[in-house]
């Protein structure tokens, strides 16, 4: 996907903190012991802190591209689909669409 908008370039240092703890609950969530950024010295955070550009786009404009495996070589694309089709019901949608883009909709 390609986006296209207005950027804004955020520097506050409290923006920037709740963000990383934010994305650090998202990614650590799924884990026995997940971390938190309270886990390390607030000294250290502060300090990366310092080496991030907090960015805010408005988009404006979104341009998507298909991209199932249709470049790939036909016994690719089959693994594909047949590894998704694997998987159960989760992915027909995603068979569907590397079957169709991928010109194997007839095997």
């Known amino acids: 996907v390609q986006v296209r908008g207005a950027v ?7 923006w920037l903190a709740r963000q990383i703890s934010d994305l650090t609950v998202t990614q650590e969530a799924a884990r026995k012991a997940p971390w ?4 390390a010295p607030a000294s250290f955070i ?12 408005e988009i404006t404009d979104m341009q998507g591209k298909w991209k ?9 694309r089959s693994g594909v689909a047949e ?3 694997s998987e159960g019901s989760n992915s027909p949608d995603m068979v ?12």
């Open 8 to 14: 804004r370039v955020i520097e506050d240092q409290d």
């Open 36 to 39: 938190a950024v309270t886990d």
């Open 46 to 57: 502060q300090s990366q802190i310092k080496g991030i550009v907090g960015l805010e786009i």
């Open 68 to 76: 199932v495996s249709q470049n790939r070589p036909i016994a690719d």
């Open 83 to 85: 590894g998704l089709e």
């Open 96 to 107: 569907r669409l590397v079957r169709s883009y991928g010109g194997l909709d007839d095997r």
